[in-house]
């Protein structure tokens, strides 16, 4: 079991620029998220799909899309990068979107945007 | 909706001692609370949790957590630290359906040798 992966680890950018962030579970897991990580503020989700087919906005959802591929990708688009989307990255996924459910997470995108 | 307040955000201990990180969270409905642990470059994975039932919750590592409702807290402990110890620390909230998750800005734990 590789558990969570996430593709790319390391990324830089140039403003307006566009990328795609894959991740993908292989634990059966129904829900999936994504969350930014910058300093002295903790986790931020961004967006989450309870189970295939759908997908919710979160905390912070301006300026990113995400698509909810199949059972077990989840991915998230920026579709014109700007300095202050410069974060890491983490995807995550637990078995459903109950709140009881240990989230398990992947290992991180580290983005950096000129 | 909810909250989490982790009150320190940098906390040193020296090696075998005693180390508390505390978490307060503020909700005007029943939630789940977390305890995640980051290490250097990696994601974030589960200490332990607490959904119901005894307040004192036992996690891995050694680490256990009390729930107090009448404070609204949920801290850390772990009576002998060890270097392996050294990590970031994440306190987090969950509605009970799951679709409000909200973690705290962390606490870095340094063990000093």
């Known amino acids: 079991n590789a558990g969570v992966t996430q593709t790319p680890k390391f990324q830089v950018l140039k403003t307006g620029q566009s990328m795609t962030l894959q991740c993908a579970q292989d634990m059966n897991h129904n829900s999936m998220y994504w969350y930014r990580q910058d300093p002295g503020m903790g986790l931020r989700l961004i967006y989450y799909?309870?189970?295939?087919?759908?997908?919710d906005k979160g905390e912070v959802p301006n300026g990113y899309n995400v698509s909810r591929l199949n059972k077990r990708e989840f991915s998230l688009r920026l579709e014109s990068a700007a300095p202050s989307q410069t974060s890491v990255y983490f995807c995550?996924?637990?078995?459903?979107?109950?709140?009881?459910?240990?989230?398990?997470f992947g290992p991180g995108t580290r983005l950096t945007v000129l | 909706a909810q909250s989490v307040t982790q009150l320190d955000s940098q906390v040193p201990v020296f090696e075998e001692a005693p180390v508390e990180l505390r978490c307060n969270y503020s909700s005007s409905v029943s939630v789940y609370l977390f305890w995640y642990v980051q290490y250097p470059n990696q994601g974030l994975q589960l200490l332990l949790k607490?959904?119901?039932?005894?307040?004192l919750v036992k996690g891995i590592n050694g680490f256990e957590a009390e729930f107090n409702k009448s404070q609204t807290s949920f801290h850390l402990r772990k009576p002998s630290v060890h270097i392996s110890d050294t990590a970031e620390y994440f306190c987090a909230v969950s509605s009970l359906s799951g679709n409000q998750f909200y973690f705290g800005t962390g606490t870095s734990l340094t063990v000093i040798p």
């Open positions: 799909s309870a189970s295939e087919g759908t997908t």
């Open positions: 607490y959904l119901s039932g005894s307040t």
């Open positions: 995550a996924s637990s078995v459903a979107g109950q709140g009881a459910n240990e989230q398990f």
